[in-house]
Nanobody, 120 residues
Framework: QVQLVESGGGLVQPGGSLRLSCTAS????????MGWYRQAPGKQRELVAA???????NYADSVKGRFTISRDHAKNTVYLQMNSLKPEDTAVYYC??????????????WGQGTQVTVST
């Protein structure tokens, strides 16, 4: 059974930093893209950042220059370093992992979410 376990969320003041981690377990397949999404109250879930198996990255315009995504293949773990946090970054952050080779059935896996709150 595939599990994505996130950690590192919390309450931080504007301008502060947080580092999110997500570790995948129970995978008998190769993970292609790993990423972070977020969902604020009353808004749709949106992509924050993603990283391919080869290390290519993609960021939402709103976080470019402030957030950095990285990946440890040996640990099946993806990280999101968040700097210069703003109140508008407040959301539940979800880890996502996609199979490298798609198969019939489930190809996307999600973590349970971790709350990030940026406030004074």
């Amino acid at each position: 059974q595939v599990q994505l376990v996130e950690s590192g969320g919390g309450l931080v003041q504007p301008g502060g930093s947080l580092r999110l981690s997500c570790t995948a377990s129970g995978t008998s397949f190769v993970i292609g893209i790993m990423g972070w999404y977020r969902q604020a109250p009353g808004k749709q879930r949106e992509l924050v950042a993603a990283i391919s198996i080869g290390g290519s990255t993609n960021y939402a315009d709103s976080v470019k220059g402030r957030f950095t995504i990285s990946r440890d293949h040996a640990k099946n773990t993806v990280y999101l370093q968040m700097n210069s946090l703003k109140p508008e970054d407040t959301a539940v952050y979800y880890c996502n992992a996609k199979r490298l080779i798609r198969v019939p059935g489930v190809n996307d896996y999600w973590g349970q979410g971790t709350q990030v709150t940026v406030s004074t």
